[in-house]
């Protein structure tokens, strides 16, 4: 007979298997039927749109007007030259979000992206070919290299720039690849719980446990304004609760009641303090206080009836509820 759960298995296990320095499988098991691609799906999502990297955003060239120009001496026109730049990887240095880097270089020689390290920023694509220049040829040059995530084009970033610099469209995300699969694992004889397996693969700027810790942290962030607005929604609640009139004198003192000195004695030796907990009091109940005569009672019925109540009101339940609270804390 399959067992009836109120809860589902939490998974247990976490494996980071590194493939190599950019690469690595990250697993979690066991979950329940149909679970593992649940979590995968969206977190695969979140790797590939919310990491954060670094890219080019702009680049100006000592005699070249636009990306389709060309400059002396340089084999590659303005706009092969912009490609290759593209496919070059930065990372700044000291966490910086932004860098304006020169650069210079003379002929004859070949360009690549080991060319650009320098005190601000880290090439993490050294081998990446950038330019190749023929002698007594030079190349001046300044890029703008900023921190973001997803795909940014270069419409959106024009407008910003400095006359003189050629607006690039930026790809921002550090992750290359992000893959699952699902597994069956075996648990106590199931053989349908499962195990999920990201593989992570990134251009350098972040490792692959980085990428994926940070891709938790968005996923996390997304997910908290249900909490908020939850928190919010009982916060305004209680508050209108607590305006409640019908609460408001329902949490006076008994004496407020005006009842005879035998009928307010029986009701405080038995620890009632409240109006509010004798309307919460059926018939029987106040009946059955510790010598509570039939005069008393009748007593305590009027006055309560008189001040707007009946014994074993029928209250709304927000307001059940928050008197129950202020009966709690006035028994303190």
Do not use: W
């Not at 270089?105 to 060319?115: E, Q, V, Y």
């Not at 692959?208 to 996923?219: I, R, Y």
């Not at 009928?263 to 059926?282: P, Q, T, W, Y």
């Not at 007593?299 to 074993?312: H, M, N, P, T």
Request: charged content about 25%.
């Amino acid at each position: 007979m399959k067992k009836i759960k109120t809860t589902p298995l939490a998974p247990q296990e976490f494996e980071v298997e590194q493939i190599s320095e950019n690469e690595a499988n990250i697993m979690a098991y066991p979950f329940e039927t149909g679970y593992a691609i649940s979590l995968a799906h969206p977190l695969r999502r979140f790797l590939l749109s919310s990491s954060v990297g670094y890219a080019p955003i702009a680049i100006k060239i000592e005699g070249a007007k636009h990306e389709f120009d060309s400059v002396r001496g340089m084999l590659e026109d303005i706009s092969d030259f912009i490609l290759n730049l593209k496919e070059i990887r930065f990372k700044l240095k000291d966490e910086a979000s932004e860098a304006k880097i020169s650069y210079s270089f003379a002929g004859p020689c070949t360009i690549k992206g080991a060319d650009l390290n320098s005190d601000e920023v880290e090439v993490v694509t050294p081998d990446a070919p950038l330019a190749t220049l023929n002698e007594d040829s030079t190349l001046n040059f300044v890029i703008k290299i900023a921190q973001g995530i997803g795909y940014v084009p270069s419409e959106d970033t024009h407008d910003e720039l400095e006359d003189g610099y050629i607006a690039l469209d930026a790809y921002f995300t550090p992750v290359r690849s992000a893959t699952y699969k699902i597994e069956n694992v075996l648990v106590e004889d199931n053989p349908n719980f499962e195990r999920v397996i990201l593989n992570i693969r990134t251009d350098g700027q972040i490792s692959p446990l980085d990428a994926f810790k940070n891709s938790l942290e968005v996923m996390y962030a997304q997910l908290a304004v249900f909490n908020s607005e939850i928190s919010i929604k009982a916060a305004t609640t209680m508050e209108r609760v607590e305006e409640n009139p019908d609460l408001k004198k329902l949490v006076t003192h008994i004496d407020s009641l005006g009842l005879s000195a035998r009928s307010f004695n029986c009701l405080d030796r038995s620890s009632i303090k409240l109006v509010g907990e004798i309307a919460l009091m059926s018939q029987n109940d106040l009946k059955n206080v510790k010598n509570l005569g039939k005069k008393s009672y009748d007593e305590i019925v009027d006055k309560l009836l008189e001040f707007g109540f009946a014994v074993g009101a029928d209250l709304a339940d927000d307001v059940v509820s928050a008197l129950k609270k202020k009966i709690e804390a006035a028994q303190a």
